[in-house]
């Protein structure tokens, strides 16, 4: 599956350069005219990467920065000044470019962020309560005590820990997991759901995921 990058610019001639050059590289662009149209747009899709605008109609880039969580940005900025670089960068940014910037540079920051996403990812630890999961081993845990789970199970309930509290669109769970899991359809999706909260039952976790009707699921942390 292509990654998935967000554009967040007004500029719509340096958007389309943007656009341009990433779908050349083989990956699927999103596009976002302001912080408030981003912030809608992140709540419905998680990105791999974002390239973040900083002079932006509605909330700023700065404003917009500390909203993106657990997904790499690189800060697209006509801002030279070290001072704006090294605010952005302490305040969560991964990378700062400045404008007008070269192609292929900006092409190799955008795969060496990917590839360092991918590789904590790989090396992942997630908690919430007694909940555990090791991404590299794929081993979930209540309480140091093993829970038993498929493929598809373990990449559904990693995408609702990465994620506690928030409401993750069934469409949303297809399209991350996906890729690694092809027997999670949509219409096999709530079995999958069902049958992973019927394991963390029985593991003593109780009942964290919950249902949200007509939308997807979610884990509350404070039942973990």
Not at 34 to 63: F, I, Y
Not at 79 to 95: F, N, Q, Y
Request: aromatic share 4%; charged share 30%.
């Amino acid at each position: 599956m292509a990654k998935k990058i967000f554009v967040v610019d007004d500029d719509v001639p340096i958007g389309n350069l943007l656009e341009e050059l990433l779908t050349g590289e083989g990956y699927a662009v999103r596009r976002a005219y302001s912080g408030t149209e981003a912030l809608l747009l992140l709540e419905r899709e998680r990105p791999d990467l974002v390239l973040l605008d900083l002079m932006l109609p509605g909330l700023s880039g700065e404003e917009l920065l500390p909203e993106i969580r657990d997904v790499p940005v690189i800060v697209l900025s006509a801002k030279a000044d070290v001072r704006d670089k090294v605010e952005l960068l302490l305040g969560g940014a991964a990378d700062y470019v400045t404008k007008p910037f070269d192609s292929k540079e900006l092409l190799a920051r955008v795969a060496v962020q990917l590839r360092k996403a991918a590789q904590a990812e790989i090396g992942e630890r997630i908690e919430c309560g007694g909940l555990r999961l090791e991404s590299a081993s794929m081993c979930a845990a209540f309480h140091g005590a093993p829970v038993r789970l498929t493929r598809t199970e373990f990449a559904i309930l990693k995408l609702l820990m990465r994620n506690p509290g928030q409401v993750i669109a069934k469409s949303t769970i297809l399209e991350r997991i996906g890729a690694d899991t092809p027997d999670c359809t949509d219409s096999s999706l709530k079995q999958h759901v069902s049958n992973l909260r019927r394991k963390l039952r029985e593991a003593g976790a109780g009942d964290p995921i919950e249902a949200v009707w007509g939308i997807g699921f979610r884990l509350v942390p404070e039942k973990c």
